[in-house]
């Protein structure tokens, strides 16, 4: 799959194993001097498929990241559980958990930040190698050497400072650090946000063929829904730390069924040249009115009815939960506009 400017590739999910399952995931931050918690991810379910992409959207601060970090234990569960290739690791100690590690990997979002500015591009990308033992350091070098080949740098880069390189660069360095346990999992978390437009198209079709290459399975967390549209063959919308909506990539975009994603879909600006589509005319641009509810004190009921054009007084009385539409798609709401 490429990555070109006003093209969408449609994408078929793979029929895979399940390699990674989360169970009602759920991370709660204490607020100092209140009684009340910050409630970050709450209680969020969802599946990945060994091979498949799926992509997590939301608006900022409604617990994308703090999901993709719950997913790799890099941030411990409040509650929950989540299972990685057959296996429970919500509950691992960190000595049990230490060879589960190399089969999962994270992608930062800032590659300044965090690569260590005062460490080489080689030595920075060698360090799980070193962490899980992989040889000897001609071993490790010969080994960093392919990495950068395979993510586009060349051997010259090893031992420059991050300083040096182009943001696009940094975070190629990023990408072979977290390949370098040969992972089945990467989950990144909005990996060309801090990047130039310019070059975004070029770290996405490089994630594209590191897939198809070594059979990568993805987590894909971004708030540019053109990006993951491209990218993604499920996504998940999540508001407030909740899963609302999940669905096939090409079926959320063309019939949204949760009023959240609508308003988020109508949001996308459409590249009109004037010429017919088949996608038929543009979307109607939604407004919602109100603020977004601080996590530490969400609505009763469904967390969106505050905003939503459509809430009734069931959905202040009741919580909606994910369930499985006669199409196949999960939503949250108890008026969907989709079936």
Known sequence: MTVEEGVTV?????DGEILLRATDVTKHYPVRGRRQ??????????????????GVVGESGCGKSTLGRCLVRLTELTSGRVEFDGQGISTLST?????????????FQDPQASLNPRRRAGDIAA???????????????????ELFDV??????????????????????????RA??????????????SALDVSIQAQVLNLFADLQEEFGLTYVFIAHDLGVVRHVSDR????????????????ALYSDPAHPYTQALLSAVPDIDDGSPTEEGPPRERIILTGEVPSPADKPTGCPFRTRCPY???????ERPRLAVTASGRQVACHYPLAG
């Open 10 to 14: 449609d994408r078929v999910a793979p």
């Open 37 to 54: 918690v910050l409630r970050a991810v709450d209680g969020v379910s969802l599946e990945v498929r060994g091979g498949e992409t799926l």
């Open 95 to 107: 000595r049990r958990l230490r060879p589960v590690r190399p089969g999962m990997q994270l992608v």
């Open 127 to 145: 360090e799980p190698l070193l962490v899980h033992r992989y040889g000897d350091a001609a071993a490790v070098r010969r080994k960093v050497g």
């Open 151 to 176: 993510v586009g740098l060349a051997a010259a880069h090893l031992d420059r400072y991050p300083h040096e390189f182009s943001g696009g660069q940094r975070q190629r360095i990023g990408i072979a």
């Open 179 to 192: 390949l370098a346990t040969s992972p089945k999992l990467v989950v990144a978390d909005e990996p060309v």
């Open 235 to 250: 996504i998940a919308v999540m508001y407030l730390g909740e899963i609302v909506e999940l669905a096939g990539t090409e």
């Open 311 to 317: 809430a009734q007084e069931r959905c202040a009385a």
